[in-house]
DNA sequence: CTAAGGCTTCCAGTGACTGTAAGGTCAAGG
DNA sequence: CCTTGACCTTACAGTCACTGGAAGCCTTAG
């Protein structure tokens, strides 16, 4: 399987699976042209890969995550907890996109959005119509 | 006023405000021995992009929201239509947030998390266990 | 034989900083 | 006067995870 059927199955972009193989995340082989060759094992990767990826993981993430799933002696409990430790990085990220979310809301609620330059929005990013201390 | 001070009465790193004059956001005046120096014009500055970035817009943003701050004929409905945009994108990287949320927490509570090798959150990365199609 | 399309490598750019090195400046203490 | 330490300066490299582009080889269809 040549790279481009390697990146429709897989769903990542080619140069992603370039990528990942110049950060040594997968080795395909070579055929004799020199064109890369995913087998079976490679393109099951690839779909791991992508998975983790889709969940936000970090390449690091994903690098572990792989030699977990190539260690058949690992403990399910070191997945858990790179996984609980990531679930808490997104629920952090999503707190303060719904913060920043909540303040410029009650700045573009308050702009009244006409051809009159009194905007509230730039009043409050210059700091201005703070007394709420809301910035 | 020197980037010091700058930089801690407006919660910026020192490294930041030198960066933010790099790419031409600030232009501070410089003292005889060539340190920067900061008016409260450019204290003010500092201060509009700093509650800017920590809501969220890119460098590109703030950079037409200074320049809107600045324009006393701009449309407030320009600063709205701006950030009504980022309020949306936010909304979209919530979204997306939870939903590999959602699909994480699923398979870390399958997993028993403890010494045995066996641990579902590496199969449903692998593709196993995706009869509910939720990878 | 040629043209299109796929493959290769390598280098540079993205965004928004951050780290580090090498060196100049300044104020206080001895 | 000298030193020490805390500032300041610049310039360049590194971060993360790709992405774009150029230059050139390989394969397949007509």
Redesign the pocket.
Known sequence: M????ASNSSGL????I??YEDIGLISPDRTS????DFSHTHMHKLAFLSRA?GLGF???DCRTLMSLYEDTDRASADVKAMAREHLEKMEDKIEELKAMQATLSVLVNKCHGDNRPDCPILQGLAGENTEEGML
Chains 1, 2 share one sequence.
Request: avoid cysteine; charge should be positive; proline fraction near 6%.
């Open positions: 040549n790279i481009g059927e972009p080619a140069k992603t370039r990528y042209n020199g064109y890369r990826r970090t390449i690091e």
